[in-house]
């Protein structure tokens, strides 16, 4: 924090309507200037006030003339909507002279963001905006960084940035947002900049230092977490809706060399008899590793093509990398088409920035060229036209570099110290090129952009921003700097990806991979949490580092199960199969020249995974429902315990316990040597998962501590839950899908449960689904079944020909079904057993094609 007491500007012209609030911000007479050597304060600044929904508030404070850096509507597609201010559940105050707002629920006390009386700082590289919260607040987000998943106090860092899992620094995404729960309600708020900053939570307030750009707040009041997210997801835009096979196993690994690789990793999942969709390949697939080229050799397109469409007979599917860096190359026709075209980022000369990856010198894409989508989607054409290549894995687009910005000031990975003499150069060459090329003036010349006068926590060792990455003095088209954008690079790769493949395959839902993500990326991409470890501690890292992605509306996120980097231990193995069928995103991955973790390879953990994968598989029908509901509302699709028990003191702090959708709760054994592990548990009845067993019916969250032996992951259904199922695993999606459904009704103390069923080919994009869908209620009221809804999909699968209830007391003597007509099931088809109350119904065949009821 700094010294100053409050705010130094004055609001005046405060013009008011029946949506919204505008006023000037005019740096006080009396200001006596903070911080000087961050430069001079900017005299006048807007205050903007609007009310966008009953649940959402935006309040932006920018410069006067409105020609700072925002992130562009291009690159996150906010929504706009306006309100009256007497259809919203919050209220905004503010004080005029010293200027300083807070936002709190309508006709609540206390406040949820609170700036009265505290420092608003504004200059061309540095801003600075506190708010006040309760000591202790509950904070989650404000990422990507591997840390406990609730923030505690310490200096975050949002930059985004190429580094092997760091703990408590800034990493590969940049997500300044964050979800406070406060007296059993949340509240959210999103900073939408895409410049660095550091976000420090200290002693009750929130302090955010940024070095660029403007003050875009956005305020969500949700008040339950998970109307937080949908609000947030509302803002930003909701995930997009993952083709069903990416929900199966994925297997990859750096090192998969050729084709007879390929096949046999296949071959020998298949023999385990352990479920299996999706193989990976790294950049052994490339010449050289060269983008969109294909090594003539060990993957050459005559004999890759043939066998991908072999691999395709089989319902399975193939994924590769593609890294955004393009090599220096004449003759390469990749590089050729981009420097005709003129698509590649720029150094503050002029000339094309350099870098240095994996094939050696590069160049790289500028996202905000108009010519760079086509670019994109033509090449990513003639190289899918050779190899039917199914899904893309983007890598690398923080944007990585193996130098200090660009290769001609490479110093062998040594911090470089900008001269004063270089700044000054920078600065004529960025005005001149900017009014000679681009034929306006620029409105943003700092001091200084590679070394600004504030150092943001890069590495946290405060590093040059340049380090390993581009240099901030880089420029795109229509003279954006790389400094204000830096942010947004594998955002808006992920975007380009996305628009090519269905550009390419109109039919068919894309899927993208990416490792940097911002606001709004899961509309177009998944995630993945990086480069792990195998060892325990990324194990248990993996889960909060997944419940904060849920929080930033890109639901589908896992780590690398049993670590990328390093040799992974047998128990270690066991356990992460467990706990990553539970992950949405689920991805067995290593790197070159370690061992291989292939799941077959040893017994127990071949066994183990075998067992977990085909949980998964089972489950299939309720991760893609939850999805659905990611598509269509927000939602996410894992949650932490807080979000069924908000008011629960004992579940702010859980991150090694989680939720799948409502119905689902996981806590796996994080520990090396433990056989047992303690888990909260929620008011209500709770059932184990395999068995049926009633283990609690509590009015009160209480722990317990579960047996959890070696092959055992703890799993238990909440009681009024109705969970969607597969009768049986296949070794792939397909397979699965074609046993049809089975409903687990788990009855809470009233005898009701509730759920959700959604059908669909599992590819075609939803706004040509037209008709062929189905989405069905499911309800449990008073011994009877109901089954209502949409009824319009008839592919494999569409049809329930099981049913399993938990918590039947007494002995059912008869069950009926009921749609058109009135049949008793035969009694050769029903199991019960008075021990655990459990119900089982078999062989119905009850095709979905209208709704029906089954009474008992």
């Given at each position: 924090m700094t010294n100053a007491p409050q705010s130094s500007y004055e609001l005046k012209d405060i013009r008011k309507t029946s949506n919204s609030i505008h006023g000037n911000l005019v740096l006080s007479k009396h200001h006596k200037?903070?911080?000087?050597?961050?430069?001079?304060?900017?005299?006048?600044?807007?205050?903007?006030?609007?009310?966008?929904?009953?649940?959402?508030?935006?309040?932006?404070?920018?410069?006067?003339?409105?020609?700072?850096?925002?992130?562009?509507?291009?690159?996150?597609?906010?929504?706009?909507?306006?309100?009256?201010?007497?259809?919203?559940?919050?209220?905004l105050n503010y004080n005029a002279s010293p200027f300083g707002f807070s936002v709190s629920r309508k006709n609540e006390s206390g406040s949820i963001f609170d700036t009265i009386g505290k420092n608003l700082i504004f200059k061309d590289q540095y801003i600075e905006l506190s708010t006040s919260l309760p000591l202790d607040a509950n904070i989650y987000g404000l990422g990507e960084v591997v840390s406990s998943f609730k923030r505690g106090t310490g200096r975050f860092t949002i930059f985004t940035r190429d580094a092997a899992c760091p703990e408590n620094e800034n990493l590969y995404g940049a997500h300044p947002f964050y979800i406070e729960l406060r007296d059993g309600k949340a509240h959210g708020v999103l900073l939408l900049n895409s410049n660095g900053m550091d976000v420090i939570y200290d002693n009750g307030i929130i302090t955010y230092k940024v070095i660029g750009g403007i003050l875009d707040f956005y305020v969500f009041l949700g008040p339950t977490p998970q109307e937080v997210v949908e609000q947030y997801a509302g803002l930003i835009g909701r995930p997009c809706f993952i083709p069903y096979w990416s929900l199966g196993f994925h297997q990859c690994r750096w090192g998969y060399t050729n084709i007879e690789k390929i096949d046999e990793?296949?071959?020998?999942?298949?023999?385990?008899?352990?479920?299996?969709?999706?193989?990976?390949?790294?950049?052994?697939?490339?010449?050289?590793?060269?983008?969109?080229?294909?090594?003539?050799?060990?993957?050459?397109?005559?004999?890759?093509?043939?066998?991908?469409?072999?691999?395709?007979?089989?319902?399975?599917?193939?994924?590769?990398?593609?890294?955004?860096g393009i090599k220096v190359e004449d003759g390469y026709a990749v590089y050729d088409e981009g420097l005709k075209r003129d698509v590649f980022i720029k150094r503050a000369d002029g000339n094309n920035f350099v870098g240095r990856v994996w094939p050696g010198e590069t160049v790289f894409p500028d996202w905000f060229h108009p010519e760079t989508q086509q670019y994109w989607t033509e090449i990513m054409a003639k190289w899918l036209g050779q190899v039917?290549?199914?899904?893309?894995?983007?890598?690398?687009?923080?944007?990585?570099?193996?130098v200090n910005g660009d290769i001609s000031h490479e110093t062998n990975h040594k911090h470089i110290n900008v001269s004063v003499s270089l700044v000054q150069h920078v600065k004529q060459t960025i005005a001149t090129i900017v009014q000679r090329v681009l034929g306006f003036s620029s409105t943003f010349i700092p001091h200084s952009i590679n070394n600004p006068p504030y150092a943001i926590n890069n590495f946290g060792n405060?590093?040059?921003?340049?380090?390993?990455?581009?240099?901030?003095?880089?420029?795109?088209?229509?003279?954006?700097?790389?400094?204000?954008?830096?942010?947004?690079?594998?955002?808006?790769?992920?975007?380009?990806?996305?628009?090519?493949?269905?550009?390419?395959?109109?039919?068919?839902?894309?899927?993208v991979l990416s490792r940097s993500t911002f606001p709004g990326s899961g509309k177009f991409v998944a995630h993945w949490l990086g480069d792990n470890e195998s060892s325990w501690r990324s194990l248990e890292q993996s889960i909060p580092g997944i419940l904060s992605f849920q929080l930033f509306a890109i639901p589908l996120v896992g780590a690398d199960i049993c670590g990328f980097n390093g040799v992974c231990a047998e128990e270690l193995a066991i356990r992460w199969a467990q706990l990553g069928s539970f992950y949405p995103f689920c991805r067995n991955h290593n790197s070159i020249n370690m061992p291989g973790q292939e799941f077959y390879l040893v017994e127990k953990v071949k066994q183990a995974a075998k067992f977990a994968l085909e949980i998964r598989y089972r489950l299939l029908p309720y991760w893609y429902t939850g999805f659905y509901r990611a598509y269509n509302n927000g939602s996410p699709v894992i949650s932490p315990l807080w979000f069924l028990e908000p008011e629960g003191k004992d579940t702010w702090d859980i991150d090694k316990q989680f939720l799948v959708g409502k119905g689902l709760l996981v806590t796996p054994v994080t520990r090396e040597g433990a056989l047992k592990v303690t888990g909260y548990f929620p008011p209500g009845i709770w059932y184990d998962f395999f068995t049926g067993v009633k283990q609690l019916d509590i009015v009160q969250g209480v722990w317990k501590e579960l047996e959890a032996p070696l092959e055992v992951i703890p799993v238990h259904v909440y009681g009024g839950s109705i969970v969607p199922m597969?009768?049986?695993?296949?070794?792939?999606?397909?397979?699965?899908?074609?046993?049809?459904?089975?409903?687990?009704?788990?009855?809470?103390?009233?005898?009701?449960?509730?759920?959700?069923?959604?059908?669909?080919?599992?590819?075609?994009?939803?706004?040509?689904?037209?008709?062929?869908?189905?989405?069905?209620?499911?309800?449990?009221?008073?011994?009877?079944?109901?089954?209502?809804?949409?009824?319009?999909?008839?592919?494999?699968?569409s049809f329930i020909d099981e049913i399993l209830i938990y918590g039947i007391a007494r002995e059912v003597k008869e069950i009926a079904f009921k749609n058109t007509y009135t049949k008793v099931i035969e009694r050769s088809k029903i199991d019960w057993s008075g021990e655990t109350g459990r119900l089982f119904i078999r062989g119905l065949g009850i095709s979905l094609d209208g709704g029906f009821s089954i009474s008992w």
């Open positions: 200037d903070t911080l000087p050597n961050y430069g001079p304060a900017l005299e006048n600044l807007t205050f903007t006030v609007e009310y966008q929904t009953p649940h959402r508030l935006h309040i932006c404070i920018s410069d006067a003339e409105g020609l700072r850096w925002r992130v562009p509507e291009s690159v996150v597609a906010v929504d706009r909507s306006l309100t009256e201010i007497e259809n919203c559940n919050y209220s990793i296949v071959s020998q999942y298949e023999k385990a008899k352990i479920p299996m969709e999706v193989v990976w390949i790294d950049l052994d697939y490339m010449d050289a590793y060269k983008v969109f080229t294909f090594h003539p050799e060990h993957f050459p397109p005559e004999k890759f093509a043939p066998y991908l469409e072999k691999l395709h007979e089989c319902h399975r599917k193939l994924v590769v990398i593609v890294d955004p039917p290549i199914d899904g893309i894995w983007i890598d690398m687009n923080e944007l990585a570099n193996f405060e590093s040059p921003l340049f380090t390993r990455t581009s240099p901030m003095d880089g420029f795109h088209k229509n003279g954006v700097l790389e400094y204000d954008a830096h942010n947004l690079f594998g955002h808006m790769e992920g975007i380009a990806t996305y628009n090519a493949l269905r550009t390419i395959r109109p039919d068919k839902r894309p899927f597969h009768v049986r695993a296949g070794l792939t999606t397909h397979a699965s899908r074609e046993t049809g459904i089975q409903l687990l009704i788990a009855l809470d103390r009233f005898g009701s449960a509730s759920g959700e069923l959604y059908l669909d080919d599992g590819e075609t994009p939803p706004e040509n689904l037209v008709e062929n869908y189905s989405l069905l209620t499911l309800t449990v009221r008073d011994s009877v079944l109901k089954v209502e809804g949409i009824f319009r999909y008839d592919g494999p699968g």
